[in-house]
Every structure is written in C-alpha cells, then in structure tokens.
C-alpha cells in the first residue's frame, strides 16, 4: 500500500510508533507540526500529531495529503463514549463521523457541511473492517501483553468492547451528561464524541483518501470523567493505540 498517515491527538500515542520506525524516521518540521517520515512492518509511514481541535486536525490532514502525498489516513486518540453501552476502555471504530456543532440553520440542514451536501462522512469500510479485526484479536490474544496486567486491573478493563458506529466531533471537550444525552437524542446511532475526526473525514472526502478513526474511550462525557486522563493515556490508550494500529499495518 502507499504511504500511510498514522495521526494521533496526544503526544504519548506517538511514542510506540517512534520506537518502531527506529534510525528511520526523519523529522521535519512545519507549521509548528513535527512530521515523522519513516518505515513500520514494511510500509512508508508519516506519524504526526493531529493538533487539538477541528481546524487544527484538518490542516494537519491537508498537509498530509498535500505535501506528504500519503494514500491512507488512521487516526487513533481518545474519544467519550456516549452511546449506551459504550465504557471506559473500550474501543470505538467509526463507520462514519458527523461535526455535531455545524449548524447552518436556516440555510442548510443541521449537521449539514454547507455546500458538500452530506452530514455524513464515511470512513473507508475495508481499513474500518481491519481495523476492527486488530482490536479484536489484540484484545483476544495480547492485551495484557501489549497494555499491562497492572494497567488493566487499575483501570478495571478486563473486557474491553469492541464497537463499530457514528463518532461526533466538535470544538467542544463534553463533560455534561444532559449534553450528552441531548446529542444522542440529535444524532440516532450516536456512540462518541471527539474533536477532530469528522473535520478529518471532511477533508479526506474532499481528496478522496481513505480514512479509518480508532479511538478509546476515557470517559463518559459527564462530570465523572474526574479520573486521572493523563495517566489513563500513557497506560492504557497509548498502549491500546499502538497495539492495534501496530496490527493494521501488518493486515496492509
Ligand atoms: N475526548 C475525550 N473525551 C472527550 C469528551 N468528553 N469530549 C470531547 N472530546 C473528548
């Protein structure tokens, strides 16, 4: 496959994939982004991290495309599970990405990208499928390898769930269950919000570049999410984001 785009939203999640690419990986950097160009499982790879937020993720996304002239996009991070059934630690794969805070009403329909036509924005169902069979065996096989018994039982993620979906995401950080319950009741399907995979989607619908979000769930978008993040990134969903991008590469 050609290059492949492996962005991440925090800077813990990129440091597996640096480990892999080893002597080399060449740095360069622009726009104030560091790009990682190197090799993994013998594919060309860019690693870089998305920025936070839509904008920043979808300039990230075009110079990707653009300058790096990478045929493939997985964007793995973390999300909040609003869905029901959606818990911490598990793992979300979106079928499809909507931006919950585009509102062009009157003009357009709400959740409408003016002018594209579309609220909808597909993630690329052959990379959506692989990535789902890498979860699942990581998950089946080598969790506790890849992640750390003692992360797992501190955590208490014993069975981490596998789910595939709509994802949302806004310029918004969630932490309000009525919130979040209202965006469930808008967006039908709904099972996490994030901020920047759907302005990722929109930008990779526009090259016409496939695209797969892969994304763990730290938290339930409500007052609660008052564990320790930071610790639950380096532990578990760097670890979680690494394994299972690690074994979509090999799938390629
Ligand atoms: N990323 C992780 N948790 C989130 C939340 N609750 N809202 C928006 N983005 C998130």
């Not at 936070?52 to 493939?72: F, H, S």
């Not at 995401?169 to 399907?189: T, V, W």
Request: proline share 2%.
């Amino acid at each position: 496959m050609s290059r492949i785009a492996i962005v991440a939203a925090m800077r813990e999640e990129l440091h597996g994939f640096l480990d892999d690419m080893g002597r080399s990986a060449v740095k360069e950097t622009r726009a104030g982004r560091e790009f990682f160009v190197g090799e993994i499982a013998g594919h060309e790879v860019v690693a870089v991290l998305s920025g936070i937020g839509k904008v920043a993720a979808a300039i990230t996304a075009t110079m990707l495309l653009d300058r790096y002239g990478v045929g493939a996009v997985v964007f793995t991070g973390v999300a909040g599970g609003v869905g029901d059934g959606v818990r911490v630690g598990d793992i979300v794969i979106a079928d499809a990405l909507v931006q919950h805070d585009m509102d062009a009403r009157p003009l357009f329909p709400r959740f409408e990208v003016p002018l594209t036509g579309k609220a909808l924005f597909a993630a690329d169902a052959r990379l959506a499928t692989l990535a789902r069979d890498s979860a699942r065996q990581v998950i089946a096989n080598d969790l506790a390898t890849e992640v750390g018994a003692d992360a797992l039982a501190e955590f208490g993620l014993d069975a981490p769930r596998v789910h595939d979906g709509l994802i949302a995401s806004g310029d918004q950080f969630i932490a309000d269950a009525g919130k979040a319950a209202q965006l469930r009741a808008d967006l039908p399907g709904l099972l996490a919000v994030e901020m920047e995979g759907a302005s990722v989607a929109q930008v990779c619908a526009d090259h016409g570049m496939p695209l797969a979000v892969m994304r763990t769930i730290s938290d339930r978008a409500d007052v609660h999410a008052a564990f320790d993040f930071g610790r639950f990134v380096e532990q578990v969903a760097s670890r979680y984001s690494h394994a299972f991008v690690r074994r979509l590469l090999d799938a390629l």
